[in-house]
């Protein structure tokens, strides 16, 4: 078994003050090993984009640790985090954030520049990435000049041409039209195999998730609610908000679930409720009138 690339324990995080703080995240367990697609997945509000934002070192927990790549993050200086993030980390978000007076073969080749390699050879790596994903034809033009689906193939390139160990991911595709989402996942996949790379993804897709993560980690209110190889977890999930999730994909075979439908909405982050994360909308509690009966 290959050692752990993320290793998130007991992570808090809040934002605000006094009685208006959201408990974004609330004492966060997770764990993914190199070479490994983890895919996060949860409802809207339930800490994923705040999770990734700490993984990357954008921000800084209020409690628990966070090991990335072998370091502890809190125990890094500002300046040798900002270094460790340029060299081993790659970003990919839903706004592909192209600089749109650099040509794309220009904006590839930002973070090599940035990491101190010479201008020449870095745009000659920007313009063998731009090759490997089809785009050699473009690496002359700008942005502007660009469709969605190929300026997320760029910020893609740009984000695979320092070859990091890590590449982040928060929901690539969903900015872009539904037609072009399975040629930018399947690529991204491509490139995570071929050159092993550790990946943290967040995706919305879930019939695309089946088939693409190695390990899926489910949040709801700021806790990791189902964690697990994703065979295991699509084959039978153990928390109700998974199983209530799942619920509506199909089985590998075709055949439908049965719908689990959950009543009501998520509660507010700042008032969470006590017990299970999922009271009081539980489908194993409805009529039950047994609290934390699972
Ligand atoms: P997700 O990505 O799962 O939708 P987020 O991590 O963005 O969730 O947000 C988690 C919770 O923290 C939400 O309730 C959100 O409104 C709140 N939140 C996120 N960023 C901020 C911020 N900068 N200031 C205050 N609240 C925030
Ligand atoms: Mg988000």
Redesign the pocket.
Known sequence: MSPLAIHCQGVEKS??SGGER?R?LRGLDLEARYGELLMIE??????????LSIICGILQTDKGAVELLGSNLSEMSDRALTAFRSTQVGFIFQQFNLIPTLTARENVAIPLILNGHPYASSQKRAAEMLARIGLNDRANRYPSELSGGQQQRVAISRAFAGAPQLVVCDEPTSALDVSVQATILNLLVDLQKQDGTSFIF?SHDLGVVRYISDKIAV?YL?RVVEFGDSNQVFGGPHHPYTEALLSSVPNIDGTVRKRIPLTGSVPS?SNPPSGCVLNPRCPRMAGSGVEGLC
């Open positions: 934002y605000g959201v974004a949860g409802p809207s509000g339930c800490g994923k984009t705040t999770l967040i949040l700021g982050p």
